[in-house]
């Protein structure tokens, strides 16, 4: 099987999504941006703001990345959603991820929902997990995330090797 660097943090980022009542990114960065710029004025709600003496430009780039986390699971979802077999993807989500979101992960979760899944979609536990694949492939395309190199793809580690190469020739002569 091949390892996902980011599978960990994809299915924390759908199990976010479905804590939070599966919300609309663009009503939720509308209330972090009202949230933002009433931080100062702490008058308002003083005990809430007291519980949190934090520089405003952290909370900023803290909600930045949950609403991107939340924007990439709704375009992930929307672009599934159009599939043909879209409908059993999502279910397997649903069944999969979003179950009690709240409660920490034990060892063989996932296997035990997507058993349920191949029985309610129905179909096989290793279609079930490609659903899944899939859908995590997807989110990370759109999150912007690495998930792996491709071999006619120019990466970081090229030009920082390539970088290196170039140094030591220039550091000889």
């Given at each position: 099987m091949l390892k996902e660097t980011a599978r960990d943090y994809i299915?924390?980022?759908?199990?976010?999504y479905s804590a939070?009542?599966?919300p609309n990114a663009a009503s939720a960065q509308k209330k972090a941006d009202f949230f933002l710029q009433n931080y100062h004025n702490r008058n308002q709600t003083a005990?809430?703001?007291s519980l949190s003496p934090i520089a405003p430009d952290v909370i900023k780039q803290k909600l930045?990345?949950?609403i991107a986390d939340l924007r990439a699971v709704e375009e992930t979802l929307q672009i599934l959603r159009m599939r043909p077999e879209g409908k059993d993807i999502l279910h397997a989500i649903e069944t999969v991820y979003f179950f009690s979101p709240y409660s920490p992960q034990k060892k063989c979760d996932i296997t035990d929902r997507v058993r349920c899944a191949s029985l309610e979609i129905p179909a096989s536990e290793r279609t079930v997990y490609y659903y899944l694949s899939l859908a995590r492939k997807t989110f990370a395309q759109q999150r912007g995330l690495r998930m792996k190199q491709k071999k006619n793809e120019v990466g970081l580690s090229d030009i920082l090797s390539a970088?290196?190469?170039?140094?030591k020739k220039e550091g000889t002569e």
């Open positions: 299915v924390d980022a759908f199990r976010y939070l009542k599966r005990s809430f703001y930045d990345a949950e970088n290196l190469n170039n140094d």
